[in-house]
């Protein structure tokens, strides 16, 4: 009796329509939509503070995309080879806040550890320089890196919005 051999890719039938989805830890199942604890805590503060907020929904063009017309060669991962990039189009350099007041002019974002070759300390300050740009009304923006810094911006928040200021 032979028998034959079947393979199979489990990876492509979770993506398929119908498929089983793909398992998530159980971290990934208590964090829910949020990307790091820190994030759902400030969630929570948020909601038990009466606190309208929308996450990760608004986005800001910080520099609209162009094309580079001139001679450009780039490295490429995994390859040893250069790939020529002349007269192609540059992506544009988005950001999205993690929170955004509803009704309120305020802007969270949660940054807990931020390793030396992260891009966002960049972003942030093109961040700051369109909203400069764009000038009046501004935001009030809070960058809280842990818990006792997510409740003082909660209370911060909460305390600009009964006085008028946001």
């Not at 990760?56 to 094309?67: A, G, H, I, P």
């Not at 309120?104 to 949660?110: D, F, L």
């Not at 009304?137 to 911060?156: G, I, R, W």
Request: hydrophobic share 30%.
């Amino acid at each position: 009796m032979t028998f034959k051999k079947i393979s199979c890719n489990f990876t492509a039938m979770n993506r398929r329509r119908g498929g089983t989805p793909p398992r998530r830890s159980r971290r990934k199942r208590e964090l829910g939509r949020y990307k790091s604890s820190l994030e759902k805590y400030c969630a929570d503060q948020l909601r038990e503070y009466g606190i309208a907020f929308n996450y990760e929904e608004v986005e800001y063009t910080l520099q609209e995309s162009f094309r580079y017309e001139a001679v450009y060669w780039k490295m490429t991962t995994g390859k040893k080879d250069m790939t020529n990039r002349s007269n192609s189009i540059i992506q544009p350099i988005r950001y999205t806040p993690d929170f955004t007041g509803v009704k309120h002019n305020w802007i969270i974002e949660t940054k807990g550890f931020t390793p030396s070759q992260h891009t966002f300390p960049i972003r942030w300050k093109m961040f700051l320089k369109h909203l400069d740009e764009a000038g009046a009304p501004y935001p009030a923006l809070f960058m809280p890196k842990n818990k006792q810094q997510v409740d003082f911006t909660v209370q911060m928040i909460k305390k600009l919005i009964d006085d008028g200021s946001v």
